[in-house]
């Protein structure tokens, strides 16, 4: 989630149970601040937390102006016993971060485009999905580079708007039925959380501009889910 | 104008042009017209893009007079005197600068303010100025910056040929096509301006025809979408200066798009927005019943009552210790949960009642509440069928109808476990589960053992629906209610702890545990409770204890021994002929006493079962020790020394660190004893067969010697 937006990002997310004390909340706030001077970045993201045994690790995410260029991480917490041995912890960190927004990092359907010259914007007239869109998997992305886009075939790849489609949606993961998808506060608010990373949770409000993922969970993926579904 | 630098401004004309015509289908003539005249100054007094009309600043106030004549009657009212220019302009010259931009963004009202004036030979600004004021006040820089210039430029130079064509020359050079464009207009829909061009008559007859078709064609409507270029350029320039984004040249063309959609949405708006709204609006609704029961009741007395028998727990006091420990559901959910439990509470003889926690779904979710009824005022217990048995039954009636000797079949389903009684053991508290605050409660039934011991065996994701079934492998017995209600009670069992000393053993007359069944279940609050230090809390697990009991692997918290029941059954008499497999003791299982500290809680692989922590390391003095489960995700306890509560929010799995592998099925039955007349041997070799014959053979050699022999003997006999 923007670190512009966190409070209120927070607030949003809260369904799932896992947030931020106000202490922490209040520390995060101006970290983040200041990471986003000192490193420069066009915008800042608060990834999430991971729990670990003995402390949490916080999760921060610089992003330049090109939206899907690879992100700068950063973290924050007190190293852990390690339960295997002979791995640093902060690779097996920084890998399972990768992992998670490789598989789950979701963003929805216009938020950002493409221009002709490459690098990816962010959308400014993204004035939200519509409700009727914002129940559909196929309104949500991937956000990472596409890989199952030039998989599609003809018929499909017509209908893509080139500047809006360039990524993958959620509708073609595996297993089918990897993420849930709720309405909350009657239809005032769209929650996405994934089954496949329990954990993971994004939220959009519909026809307003926000929206925003976290992670807090233990890190590890949920291994049973064909057999939990 | 001669101003352009900028195709954006020629589409502005155009624009203005295109909205002018549009709102003037009799008077577009009028439009260009006008904005000759107000053109008439040259660019070098301009302030940047002022209308584009402007631009046009070379032609003269005669024929535009002319043209404006006829417009005058029906047009709004007739303005008189050529009022002081002065005042005016001094307000006017402000407005330039700033609305430049606006001017553009109201042209057509601007056009039809200027076409709308009547002018009857005398083209003074006022009018103009007049008629505008009579509109808002956008339109009024307008004119003022139109009349302003126009101004400028009738004073400086009265002789409107020479700036005009100045200009026309400096149009000219600058962007021919625009200006040609905007003089054919006017020439095509008046000829009184040819007369004052003077020279350049030729010229604008092929430059008129060509924008007259550069027009056309853009006006051209589009035959898949139904929209025309013009329009689109006009709509999109309206809306870039209305809401003027942030370089706007860079997503030009989502604008564009934009626009396009709009205006299909808006067709569609007003059925879409009804349906979708519905559930929000449905659920406010809901909430807000929640909020006017209090009102409802009103009455001091009452408030008296509510406040003297109260079983409704503080929930927004532990909802901000957690939220301390950062585990919590926001605070507008929190008290809107806070409400139904209140609902809840009234609603029903509840003597205690807390909030459990939330489980999460896959379509929604439930908010759980744990509550003990009063004495005596328990709800009746719907008869439960006990699935287990009724399988049984089915087996055997099956196998008896059977006419032919089918084999029977041996299989004995294991004797039933009775749930145990409420309020005592996993039914302790009755559970109560709703998907949303506002929606209505919905009593959970009893825990049966069977449940318990096949819930520990199978990982669900709960769906939101209590009815949906449970598929898989061992089947469950029963839907997704009591697969729910199993795990609620395992999570219970598992995490419901509290700090040492806060809960006490009741004294009881018959002290010493010497039954079988269980050890103490009863507990209370301990009155002479001091507190543990929160430091305390943190640093040693032995100071928490599990208030909850265990539940045995049988599936109860009391242990049941079936064998007894086993036995009455034979002395009532059974039919059943085969021996039937029974141990003669089944062992009985123990779990821990009621009470014990958690340090004696098994590890997971080396992952101890608990992590403790402060809530705050910032200001220790007033944080809260914060307990969570490692082996159930999502259990929380706190502590502040005096007060605790305990919390779930998560799935409702249990943390495996080996993957979930379902049981194998059980071996398959044996369906016949094997003997030996259906054992299949192997047939004999050849020589055994002959060994086997040759054996006969002398067998019957010597019956046959013995009987011949015996025949001689007779015959002997005989003789």
Redesign the interface.
Same mark, same amino acid.
């Given at each position: 989630m923007d670190a512009d937006s966190l409070l209120l990002s927070l607030?949003l997310v809260?369904?799932?149970?896992?947030?931020?004390?106000?202490?922490?909340r209040a520390?995060l706030l101006t970290s983040l601040m200041l990471v986003k001077r000192d490193y420069r970045y066009d915008r800042v993201l608060f990834w999430g937390?991971i729990?670990g045994?003995?402390?949490d690790y916080y999760i921060a995410q610089g992003l330049s102006e090109d939206q899907l260029a690879p992100r700068k991480t950063l973290y924050r917490g007190a190293p852990l016993l390690s339960?295997q041995v002979q791995i640093k912890e902060e690779t097996r960190l920084v890998s399972v971060i990768d992992q998670i927004d490789k598989a789950v990092a979701i963003i929805p359907r216009g938020a950002l485009?493409k221009t002709p010259f490459g690098p990816t914007?962010v959308?400014?007239?993204f004035e939200g999905l519509?409700?009727?869109e914002a129940k559909k998997l196929s309104s949500y992305f991937h956000f990472r580079e596409p890989v199952e886009l030039k998989n599609k075939t003809l018929l499909e790849k017509a209908d893509l708007d080139p500047?809006l489609d360039f990524m993958d949606s959620l509708e073609h993961d595996i297993p089918k039925?990897s993420w849930?998808i709720?309405?909350?506060?009657?239809?005032?608010l769209v929650v996405l959380?994934s089954?496949l990373w329990?954990g993971l949770t994004f939220y959009h409000a519909p026809r307003t501009k926000h929206y925003g993922y976290i992670y807090v969970?233990?890190g590890e993926k949920n291994?049973?889910l064909p057999?939990?579904? | 104008m001669e101003d352009l630098t900028s195709p954006k401004q020629e589409k502005e004309n155009q624009e203005e042009l295109g909205e002018a015509r549009q709102s003037w289908e009799g008077k577009t003539a009028a439009s260009p017209q006008y904005s000759e005249p107000e053109s008439s100054e040259p660019l070098e007094t301009k302030q940047g893009p002022e209308t584009g009309r402007q631009s046009r600043s070379s032609r003269p106030w005669s024929p535009q007079s002319r043209t404006r004549t006829p417009l005058g009657g029906p047009a709004g009212p007739e303005t008189s005197s050529p009022a002081p220019h002065s005042p005016r302009e001094p307000s006017s010259t402000p407005s330039p600068p700033a609305p430049p931009r606006q001017d553009l963004a109201t042209p057509p009202q601007s056009d039809r303010t200027t076409s709308v004036i009547p002018e009857a030979g005398t083209p003074s600004p006022d009018p103009l100025e007049q008629s505008s004021d009579k509109r808002e006040s956008i339109p009024l820089h307008t004119s003022q910056s139109e009349r302003n210039t126009f101004q400028q430029s009738q004073q400086p130079k009265p002789h409107l040929c020479g700036p005009r064509d100045v200009s026309y020359n400096n149009a000219k050079q600058k962007e021919l096509r625009f200006d040609v464009f905007q003089e054919a207009d006017s020439n095509s829909d008046c000829d009184l301006q040819l007369p004052a061009p003077g020279g350049s008559e030729g010229a604008p007859s092929m430059l008129e025809t060509a924008i007259q078709n550069a027009k056309a064609y853009l006006l051209k409507t589009s035959s898949k979408s139904g929209f025309n270029l013009y329009d689109h350029l006009s709509n999109m320039l309206t809306k870039i200066l209305n809401e003027r984004?942030?370089n706007a040249v860079?997503?030009f063309?989502?604008?564009s798009q934009?626009v396009k959609m709009a205006h299909y949405r808006k067709k569609f708006d007003a059925l879409?927005n009804e349906n979708? &709204?519905l559930?929000?609006?449905?659920?406010?609704e809901k909430q807000k019943a929640l909020f006017l029961q209090g009102h409802l009741e009103g009455v001091d007395q009452e408030l008296e009552d509510e406040i003297a028998e109260n079983a409704l727990p503080n929930v927004m006091e532990s909802a901000f210790y957690f939220?301390?420990?950062?585990?919590?559901?926001?605070t507008?959910?929190t008290y809107r949960i806070f409400l139904a439990l209140k609902q809840l509470t009234d609603t029903h003889p509840i003597q205690r009642c807390r909030f459990w926690g939330?489980i999460?779904?896959?379509? &929604?979710?439930y908010i759980v509440a744990e509550v003990e009824f009063r004495e005596g005022e328990d709800e009746e217990e719907v008869e439960e069928e006990d699935v287990a048995e009724e399988r049984d039954n089915g087996e055997s009636e099956a196998d008896e109808d059977e006419e032919d000797e089918l084999p029977k079949s041996f299989y004995k389903a294991p004797q039933a476990i009775p749930k145990e009684e409420s309020r005592t053991g996993a039914n302790k508290y009755v559970y109560f589960v709703c998907n949303?605050p506002g929606r209505p409660w919905v009593k959970l039934p009893p825990v049966i053992p069977a449940q318990i011991v096949i819930a520990r065996k199978?990982?669900?994701?709960f769906t939101g629906r209590l009815d949906a079934p449970i598929i898989s492998y061992p089947p469950f017995p029963g839907n997704e209610s009591n697969y729910l209600r199993a795990q609620i009670a395992r999570i219970s069992a598992g995490t419901h702890v509290s700090p040492l000393g806060f809960y006490q053993f009741g004294e009881e007359e018959g002290e010493e545990e010497e039954e079988v069944e269980g050890g103490q279940n009863s507990f209370e609050e301990n009155p002479d409770f001091e507190g543990i230090q929160v430091i305390d809390l943190v640093e040693s697990l032995s100071n928490w204890v599990h208030h909850v009991q265990h539940i045995l692997s049988q599936g109860r918290c009391n242990w049941f021994n079936s064998i007894q029941k086993n036995e009455e059954e034979e002395e009532e008499g059974e039919e059943e002929d085969e021996e039937k497999e029974e141990p003669d003791y089944i062992e009985q299982e123990v779990g821990p006493p009621l009470l014990t500290p958690i340090s004696e809680d098994l590890e997971i692989?080396?992952?101890?079962p608990w992590?403790t922590?402060l809530?705050?390391n910032?200001?220790p003095q007033y944080a809260i020790a914060v307990l969570?489960s490692?082996l159930w995700?999502?259990a929380y306890a706190f502590s502040n020394g005096k007060k605790f509560e305990n919390f779930y929010?998560?799935?409702g799995?249990k943390y495996s660190p080996d993957?979930?592998t379902?049981p194998v099925p059980p071996p398959v039955y044996q369906e016949y004893p094997s003997g030996p007349e259906i054992t299949e041997m192997d047939d004999p070799s050849v020589e055994e067969e002959q060994a086997f014959r040759a054996a006969q053979e002398a067998v019957l050699l010597a019956a046959e010697n013995e009987e011949s022999e015996e025949d001689e003997d007779e015959e002997d006999d005989y003789d």
């Open positions: 607030e809260s369904g799932s149970g896992q947030g931020l004390s106000p202490d922490r520390s937390r729990l045994l003995v402390a339960p485009f914007h959308n400014r007239t519509s409700l009727s500047s039925g849930s709720q309405m909350e506060r009657g239809n005032a959380r089954l329990p969970g233990t291994m049973d057999f939990m579904l | 984004p942030e860079d997503i063309e989502n604008i934009d879409h979708e &709204m559930p929000t609006y449905e659920i406010a939220e301390q420990a950062g585990v919590g559901l926001g507008d959910e939330k999460l779904g896959l379509e &929604m979710n949303e199978i990982k669900k994701f692989q080396n992952i101890p992590t922590r809530s705050s910032l200001i969570q490692n995700p999502g929010i998560g799935w799995h993957n979930y379902p």
